[in-house]
């Protein structure tokens, strides 16, 4: 498992990013019984730059929390046979690994969230990062059903490494 992350902010979290990340994609490519290694980018930035993305990629002109950047095309979420049709497409020919798409997440919104719904900085940015994770699986929230798959599983993750709502 291999994680990338690129800060285009001075800002500095209170704890290791890269470390959290890690510690998600592990869980949710367990839960999701990944048979592959994986690689996730992730990109910090601000609100200018995530409403920049989002213009560019999305054609919304506003700012957003998070980007998720799939780079496989799941006919069903979750399932990764689809994948082996395609090796060359889904694979990093050097690493061998499983190249699961890219995260974009501003890092004002994680702090200005965190406040708003009274928690911390870890919890903001590991739910977001947890999120975006189930979307690069093929998950998506367009739906009422959906969206309640999406809170399962996303809580589920942050259940089983602790990182919980403080009291």
Not at 100 to 121: C, F, K, M, N
Not at 157 to 166: K, W
Request: with cysteine.
């Amino acid at each position: 498992m291999t994680s990338y992350v690129e800060n285009e902010t001075e800002y500095s979290f209170p704890f290791e990013i890269q470390e959290l990340l890690d510690r998600i994609m592990e869980a949710v490519m367990d839960r999701e019984n990944c048979p592959y290694e994986t690689t996730v980018n992730l990109l910090l930035t601000d609100n200018a730059g995530i409403r920049e993305y989002n213009r560019e990629y999305r054609s919304l002109d506003r700012e957003t929390d998070v980007l998720s950047f799939p780079n496989i095309a799941f006919v069903r979420e979750g399932d990764f046979s689809v994948v082996e049709a395609d090796e060359a497409d889904y694979f990093d020919p050097d690493s061998g690994e499983l190249v699961l798409g890219d995260i974009i997440l501003s890092v004002e919104r994680v702090v200005t969230q965190a406040q708003e719904y009274g928690h911390s900085i870890l919890r903001e940015a590991a739910f977001l990062m947890a999120h975006s994770m189930f979307h690069l699986c093929g998950y998506d929230h367009m739906e009422e059903k959906q969206a309640a798959v999406m809170e399962r599983k996303q809580e589920a993750i942050l259940q089983q490494l602790n990182i919980v709502r403080e009291a």
